[in-house]
């Protein structure tokens, strides 16, 4: 392993963070696309040159970005993402009918064997698959197809779908989040989807036992046990050992279990991360200090995370795709916020050190171990 | 040749300078310009017109000889001004502030 490349998707421009397998020193690039929204860069794990990114401003709509040399150049790609047949209608904020429309991609996920293969997550929420290089990119309906499609409302961030993750034991599962309808997962390459939200219990929703409208804001595995998922809800942190058909919840000792990211260290699966967040009302760190809280036992035991990271007038916000871990032999934690700032822990979560701090506002963190 | 004035992050997505000229089959209307123009370069499409319903985007406008022509029918023939260059037809992102 001969270093680290941090892609970060901010509120006005995407940057590339490089470091030697230290992690000491590190270069920090000039912002690409100057102005525009990145909500998400993501680099082939078949491929590491091979980086998608979702380029996006209320002015001009949405737009793809390809890099097949690490970040140096970049090329746009295709756009047109367009709702399979008529798209219907799903539930608006207030409970009436709402027709389906296009607004950005949230989330890209390169194919664990393809380097032309790569799926979006967009809003309103919906997952594409691309196998021509992001050129051309088809819908995978049967996902808004579900029956409780119509059911579906968005949360404060729009109707977003915001995870998928790959299986990478069955290339015919994937799992996919969405604020707030809630967990899915398909069990054949993405043509039917069911929803997995047994165990989740949200305040608002009066049905305990409701399919649908759970915030999730995240889901991580680690991929050498890719049946357990870590889920960070809007409240609660939950836990499944079944590929999502039972959550339980492990908030265990934590303060307030708000949040948005969740993550799992690379060579421990049973280490998870959190950065708890006051409330959500309050979208800031309880007492204005910034910890991350780190569980050993795969949730209920927490310990603060706070060697290096502001313990008081700190008001960021950690947005659910701003966290990632490098695989190095000490297991590297890193986090971006709304403040610009992007930390790191070369050391697990030990100790921290601020790469980069003055950054607009940071929507995503991706890591790559080179 | 028509002359489009295109704001500033469309002449950097498409390397573009201020001003571009672009030829024009046919009738020189708002879509006949803006095909001719994602002909050419294909990273602006989707970026002016929504792909699903064609409709300018919502925080764009058109304009030409000193008028906001965006609300003009999109088929709508534009001013000899513009057809024979003598005018640029601009797009103008809205200003924000803050």
């Known amino acids: 392993m001969s270093g680290v490349r941090v892609l970060v998707g901010t509120r006005k421009g995407a940057f590339i963070l490089t470091s030697d397998g230290k992690r000491d020193k590190w270069e920090v690039s000039e912002p690409l696309f100057g102005g525009w929204q990145f909500y998400h860069l ?31 150049t970049w090329e746009t790609v295709g756009n047109k993402f367009l709702y399979e047949g008529v798209p219907g209608t799903h539930q608006w904020y207030d409970g009436t009918p709402h027709p389906w429309e296009f607004k950005r991609v949230w989330h890209l996920e390169p194919s664990l064997t393809d380097p032309d293969t790569v799926y979006a997550g967009v809003e309103d929420a919906a997952i594409f698959k691309s196998t021509d290089g992001g050129q051309n990119w088809l819908e995978l309906s049967g996902l808004r197809g579900h029956n409780t499609g119509s059911q579906w409302a968005p949360g404060a961030g729009g109707l977003c779908l915001h995870t998928i993750l790959l299986d990478p034991k069955n290339h015919s599962r994937l799992y996919v989040a969405i604020s707030s309808a809630g967990a899915f997962r398909s069990d054949d390459g993405g043509k039917t989807w069911k929803p997995i939200t047994r165990g989740l219990h949200s305040k608002y929703i009066p049905d305990p036992n409701a399919e649908v409208g759970h915030c999730v804001h995240r889901i991580a595995f680690h991929p ?40 799992v260290h690379a060579h421990e699966p049973e280490t998870v991360y959190i950065v708890p967040i006051k409330s959500d009302a309050e979208h800031y760190p309880l007492d204005g200090k910034l910890q991350v809280f780190r569980s050993r036992t795969g949730g209920n035991e927490w310990e603060p995370l706070t060697k290096g990271l502001p313990q008081s007038n700190c008001y960021v916000n950690v947005l659910r795709e701003a966290m990632d871990v490098d695989s190095l032999d000490k297991c590297g934690v890193y986090f971006g916020t709304t403040g610009g700032q992007v930390y790191l822990s070369a050391d697990a979560g030990d100790s921290w050190k601020t790469i980069v701090h003055d950054l607009p506002p940071v929507i995503s963190v991706e890591v790559q171990t080179l | 040749m028509v002359r489009v004035e295109l704001p500033f992050h469309l002449r950097k997505l498409a390397s573009l300078d201020r001003e571009v000229s672009i030829d024009v089959a046919g009738a020189v209307t708002q879509r006949a310009i803006i095909d001719a123009l994602e002909a050419r370069y294909p990273m602006l499409r989707g970026t002016i017109r929504d792909y699903s319903t ?44 803050g």
């Not at chain 1, 809800?233 to 339980?248: E, F, Q």
């Not at chain 1, 265990?252 to 948005?260: E, H, I, K």
Request: charged share 25%.
């Open chain 1, 42 to 72: 993501k680099a082939s794990p078949v491929d590491p040159n091979r980086i998608y990114a979702s380029q996006q401003n209320d002015w001009f709509g949405q737009t793809m970005q390809r890099s097949n040399d690490g970040g140096k």
């Open chain 2, 54 to 97: 064609d409709k300018r985007r919502p925080f764009l406008r058109f304009f030409a000889c000193e008028e906001d022509i965006s609300f003009l029918q999109l088929d709508a023939p534009l001013p000899d001004a513009v057809a024979s260059g003598a005018e640029p037809f601009m797009i103008v992102g809205a200003l924000s502030g």
């Open chain 1, 224 to 263: 050498s046990k890719p049946d357990t998922l870590f889920m960070q809800k809007h409240w609660d942190v939950m836990r499944s050992d079944n590929a999502g058909d039972l959550w339980t919840k492990v908030s265990g000792n934590l303060v307030t279990d708000f949040g948005f990211v969740i993550d």
